[in-house]
């Protein structure tokens, strides 16, 4: 096995980064429409409404776990670059962590989004039912 340089995982701090972000905005902004969605069920007790509320619960368990692995592939990737001089052999093996959080990162991201297409779905039905009806 070559030799891991700093410069390997180096490479990957700018993306887990930038997909912390991602994932932090993406966190802001369901709780925010979750908080709209539960005030406004208060206010008119809409099944619809509900549906909805239980979407964003399940979403944001989802950003939560997508933030979680992202955080273990930094922090793996860290141990990584800290191992590099002493002890090469770990140094892979935390590398190959950091890789496999951050990939675990991502298919929970994707999850996230597929559950944000079908919360979509749900209110272009709604709104297409009060449209035929009137």
Same mark, same amino acid.
């Given at each position: 096995?070559? !030799? @891991?340089?700093?410069? &390997?995982? $180096?490479?990957? *701090?700018?993306?887990? /980064? ?5 994932? &932090?905005?993406? #966190?802001? $902004?369901?709780? !925010? ?5 539960? %005030?406004?069920?208060? %206010?008119?007790?809409? %099944?619809? @409404? ?10 944001? !368990?989802?950003?939560? *776990?997508?933030? =979680?692995? $992202?955080?273990? !592939?930094?922090?793996?990737? &860290?141990?990584?670059? $800290?191992?590099? =001089? #002493? ?6 093996? *935390?590398?190959?962590? /950091?890789?496999? *959080? ?6 929970? /991201? +994707?999850?996230?989004?597929?559950? =944000? &297409? ?13 449209? +035929?009806?009137?």
């Amino acid at each position: 096995m070559d !030799s @891991l340089s700093y410069n &390997t995982p $180096g490479l990957l *701090f700018p993306a887990i /980064s930038l997909l912390m972000l991602a994932f &932090t905005n993406r #966190f802001f $902004g369901l709780a !925010s429409l979750a908080r709209q969605l539960l %005030e406004k069920y208060r %206010e008119t007790k809409e %099944e619809l @409404l509900l549906a909805q509320v239980r979407n964003l619960r399940f979403r944001i !368990s989802l950003v939560r *776990f997508s933030q =979680s692995f $992202g955080i273990l !592939s930094l922090i793996c990737c &860290t141990l990584s670059i $800290g191992l590099v =001089s #002493f002890y090469n052999l770990l140094a892979w093996l *935390f590398f190959g962590a /950091s890789l496999l *959080f951050m990939i675990l990162s991502l298919v929970y /991201s +994707l999850l996230e989004i597929h559950l =944000s &297409t079908q919360a979509l779905k749900i209110e272009i039905e709604a709104v297409l039912k009060e449209n +035929l009806h009137e």
